[in-house]
Nanobody, 126 residues
Framework: EVQLVESGGGLVQAGGSLRLSCAASGFAFNDYGIGWFRQAPGKEREGIACISATDGSTYYAPSGKGRFTISADNAKNTVYLQVNNVDPEDTAVYYC???????????????????WGQGTQVTVSS
């Protein structure tokens, strides 16, 4: 079955860094773009970054510029999100999602994605 499994979340101190992983299986990884989203309590789900497993191109939403870096290891069917200098405002559930690259329209709109993971909780302490 199609699976997207996030990992790497947890408790981190403000100013620190973390790397989230998204392990994909059950579909043709190289045909998709993989995006990272996050949702904090009381807020809408927002896009952070997306990478095309087809051609390696990367894209960042305004909220994802500066402290975030997205990367992929196609051999492992895994996408990463590096977050530096975290602060308590980064506390949220982080999700990865897959969109068929050949037909994608919107990279930072949840409705544009075909598959979703269950999310991983990131909590930043002050």
């Amino acid at each position: 079955e199609v699976q997207l499994v996030e990992s790497g979340g947890g408790l981190v101190q403000a100013g620190g860094s973390l790397r989230l992983s998204c392990a994909a299986s059950g579909f043709a990884f190289n045909d998709y773009g993989i995006g990272w989203f996050r949702q904090a309590p009381g807020k809408e789900r927002e896009g952070i970054a997306c990478i095309s497993a087809t051609d390696g191109s990367t894209y960042y939403a305004p909220s994802g510029k500066g402290r975030f870096t997205i990367s992929a290891d196609n051999a492992k069917n895994t996408v990463y999100l590096q977050v530096n200098n975290v602060d308590p405002e980064d506390t949220a559930v982080y999700y990865c999602a897959a969109t068929l690259w050949a037909t994608h329209l919107y990279l930072f709109t949840p409705k544009g994605y075909d598959y979703w993971g269950q999310g991983t909780q990131v909590t930043v302490s002050s």
